[in-house]
């Protein structure tokens, strides 16, 4: 992939794409897999926006809320609204604070609040969520959540929702990876090196190029984000410094280059099909050899010399 | 064409008339004709915004962009589907889509914008402006020539035939009924878009519910999409009706995405789709609906998400013309020199045969876009190649000829007479100008003692023309 890739994170502007990853709102899709956990960035990414003052809602399906809630402080955790689909997926208990309609049903009901301010939506994870309900109710319910912010007019003025969901890429084919990366607005894809985790941002603004930035990072143990520099990396070279470039023109059994002279010749000539103003004189006037060439010629008695009339040279 | 046909006997007379203006004779009827109707109005009706094809007799309509319009024969054909497969980031085909809306717009046709991504009235909302008069005409000339690289400023001296070719766009006299151009960077004013007639089809706001699907039936939007285009097709007479009542005119459907999970189809998500039908059913019945009305239809569909590429064929197949976008956004020809100038490839991958046994495929292979700061422009590959004569040679020949004092140079007799010979051999677009008197008569065993080279003369006539992209990927 030939697109610019900013993997030295030199200066501040680059910095902030992965701080202002929320800030564009829509859907973030979290891509990570077995090497490179993403569920320490998702936490991450919860605490900063928590810490910006915005709702965070978490609909947790893949690990118990004791083991999602650990490692954040006290007032962060006050601040998350955590909606448990872990413990009762199937809702056997059937209590009153269980959520009707599932995670789906949780998501609307996020939507349909009244007050305003911006929300995020974290989904943990996609891939729970993609295995137990068909891939187009979920796109479906993702593109109505991710997007009612862009109604313009007569609704209530909702804030803006961003929703971070978090897909184990492994997991499933590329159909519904597809499908959904279509519809995020944000891809953060997890890689690295060598103990270093890396993010690679897929930004698509609606219509845009897409642009997109390698972002080294580390999450320290509190949760917070850690911006840094790639690893050591020497540039390789483009081609190989053990062989030097070869001049391919040292054996050449004809000769390329012309001297000064040449060129001048070769630019002052005329090409045939070039029609100058000299040529046109030079048509134009007599030629000063015709008086020298003649053209000798002594029919011959069986010769015709008039050649429109074949019969000529019948005797009748 | 059966969709003109149809339309009620008050067609008959246009549909003969303009059958009649495609013969050579220039003798007109004289006199009202004896199978004609009472109409009293002019015989040749013509919509606005219509124009019959010179070709097979097919009204056509302008998909929006004359070059498009160009490669497709002159235009779409009423009662046609236009597909476009969408390029990996879905950036460029929501503009073909909203060129076709925005010259339904100016020529006064009623449009049909059914999406599940976006509200249609946002879509409306965000239409390119016409570029209706010279001013502007001369604007966007000027921004064609600031983007040229100063190569090509410089006359050809050896290849200098290549300057009189045609561009692949006329930016000339347009003919104000048929074909705009759009300036992709100003919205369209607002009172064209409250003075057209159009509706709306939203999937979110119509199909609330989650139904249950049997197999092998139609997707709940898609049955809700049907229905709706139906109504509309017969409430406002485009299916002949109410033939007497008023002026005919054309209607413009336009599908965004279909196909896409948001339409609740799964076909993109999955290889082995329990439904994989519903989508083929939805174009069968879609074209029935558009064969027996005055209207033509673009759709846009991600087809680089199906996973199956069966159905990939059977949508191709159902559709009549079929127009594949691929950018260079993020693979690796985006650094190919010989793309540079271009932001993707246009693939023509169908045109249909209506009322022939051939359709007119066009023989150049290699067409790309780009999209500048005001207009989408598509031109053929070989003209950037050509613009800067070096780069029509081969590359171990434009490497001699890059050498600062090469003898090799324009203006040389090595580099004339090897070009006369190159240009000789070379592919379909160089070869129509310059012309062999005799063609390769081969002998002995066919195929296999072919030279090498492509194969350009058979009894006279090409019989294959790769582009200069033949190579395969």
């Given at each position: 992939v030939t697109l610019s890739e900013g993997a030295r994170a030199g200066t501040g502007r680059e910095l902030g794409m992965l701080d202002s990853l929320l800030s564009l709102g829509g859907l973030v899709l979290l891509r990570d897999s077995v090497e490179w956990e993403g569920r320490s960035l998702l936490k991450a990414l919860i605490k900063k926006s928590a810490l910006c003052g915005e709702q965070v809602h978490i609909l947790g399906c893949e690990v118990s809320e004791e083991e999602f809630r650990e490692g954040f402080d006290s007032d962060i955790n006050n601040r998350l609204v955590y909606h448990d689909f872990f413990r009762d997926p199937l809702n056997w208990s059937k209590t009153e604070e269980a959520l009707p309609g599932g995670p789906l049903g949780a998501l609307r009901a996020i939507c349909k609040r009244t007050d305003p301010g911006p929300v995020t939506i974290a989904l943990d994870s996609l891939s729970w969520l993609l295995l137990h309900l068909p891939c187009t109710t979920l796109c479906q319910a993702l593109h109505a959540v991710s997007h009612q912010?862009?109604?313009?007019?007569?609704?209530?003025?909702?804030g803006k929702v961003s929703v971070l969901g978090l897909l184990?890429?492994?997991?499933?084919?590329?159909g519904p990876v597809g499908a959904l990366s279509s519809l995020a607005q944000t891809e953060v894809t997890l890689g690295g090196t060598k103990g270093q985790a890396s993010a690679h941002i897929l930004c698509r603004r609606p219509r845009q190029r897409p642009t997109d930035q390698t972002q080294w990072f580390s999450i320290l143990p509190d949760f917070s984000l850690d911006l840094q520099e790639g690893p050591s990396v020497e540039s390789q070279p483009c081609s190989d410094p053990h062989i030097p470039p070869v001049d391919p023109t040292t054996h050449l059994t004809f000769n390329l280059h012309l001297s000064k002279k040449e060129r001048e010749a070769r630019d002052s000539l005329i090409l045939p099909f070039q029609f100058s103003s000299e040529k046109q004189q030079a048509l134009l006037r007599p030629r000063p050899g015709q008086a020298t060439s003649h053209i000798f010629y002594e029919p011959d008695a069986y010769d015709d010399l008039d050649q429109e009339d074949p019969d000529d040279d019948l005797d009748i | 064409m059966a969709a003109v046909a149809s339309c009620g006997s008050a067609s008959t007379g246009s549909a003969v008339a303009t059958a009649s203006k495609?013969?050579?004779?220039s003798f007109q009827r004289r006199g009202p004709r004896a199978s004609g109707t009472n109409d009293s109005g002019p015989r040749l009706v013509s919509i606005a915004g219509t124009r019959p094809s010179v070709r097979n007799g097919q009204l056509l309509v302008s998909t929006g962009l004359p070059a498009l319009d160009q490669l497709l024969g002159g235009g779409l054909a009423i009662g046609t589907v236009l597909l476009i497969e969408e390029?990996?980031?879905?950036?460029y085909s929501p503009l073909l889509f909203k060129c076709f809306l925005a010259e339904g717009i100016v020529n006064g046709h009623t449009l049909l914008v059914a999406s599940a991504k976006e509200d249609p009235a946002n879509i409306l909302q965000e239409l390119p402006a016409p570029l209706l008069d010279d001013n502007s005409k001369k604007e966007f000339d000027e921004d064609v020539y600031n983007h040229k690289t100063p190569e090509s400023n410089i006359k050809m001296k050896i290849a200098w035939r290549y300057q009189l070719l045609p561009k692949m766009e006329q930016i000339g006299p347009v003919s104000s009924r048929f074909g705009h151009y759009y300036d992709a960077s100003k919205r369209i004013p607002q009172e064209l878009i409250e003075a057209s007639n159009w509706h709306g089809f939203f999937l979110p706001e119509k199909v609330s519910s989650t139904l249950k699907v049997e197999p092998c039936s139609l997707t709940p939007g898609y049955i809700k999409l049907l229905q709706f285009i139906q109504n509309i097709i017969s409430e406002e007479g485009f299916d002949g009706s109410n033939p007497q009542k008023k002026q005919r005119n054309v209607l413009r459907i336009g599908i965004q995405n279909l196909g896409s999970p948001l339409w609740g189809d799964d076909i993109c998500c999955a290889e082995n789709v329990s439904n994989s039908h519903s989508l083929t059913k939805f174009l069968y019945v879609l074209r029935g609906l558009l064969r027996t009305s005055l209207s033509a239809c673009i759709i846009t569909m991600p087809t680089h998400l199906i996973q199956n590429k069966a159905i990939i064929a059977r949508v191709t197949n159902l559709s009549d013309i079929v127009i594949g976008l691929e950018s260079f956004i993020g693979s690796e020809r985006e650094t190919n020199t010989l793309y540079k100038d271009y932001h993707g490839l246009i693939h023509i991958r169908q045109i249909p045969r209506l009322n022939n046994l051939i359709c007119d495929e066009s023989d150049v292979k290699d067409l790309a876009f780009k999209l500048k700061r005001k207009l989408f422009t598509i031109e053929w590959v070989q003209d950037n190649y050509l613009r800067q004569e070096r780069n029509i040679y081969p590359p171990g020949f434009s490497y001699l000829l890059k050498q600062k004092d090469s003898a090799w140079g324009e203006g040389s007799l090595q580099h004339s007479t090897f070009l006369m010979s190159f240009l000789a051999k070379a592919t379909a677009f160089a070869s129509r100008l310059v012309r062999h008197s005799e063609p390769l008569k081969q002998t002995g065993s066919g195929r296999i003692h072919q030279a090498a080279g492509p194969r350009l003369w058979h009894d006279g006539r090409r019989q294959e023309a790769p582009g200069l992209l033949g190579i395969p990927l």
């Open positions: 912010d862009s109604c313009p007019g007569d609704s209530s003025p909702v184990h890429e492994e997991l499933h084919g590329p | 495609s013969n050579v004779t390029d990996k980031y879905n950036i």
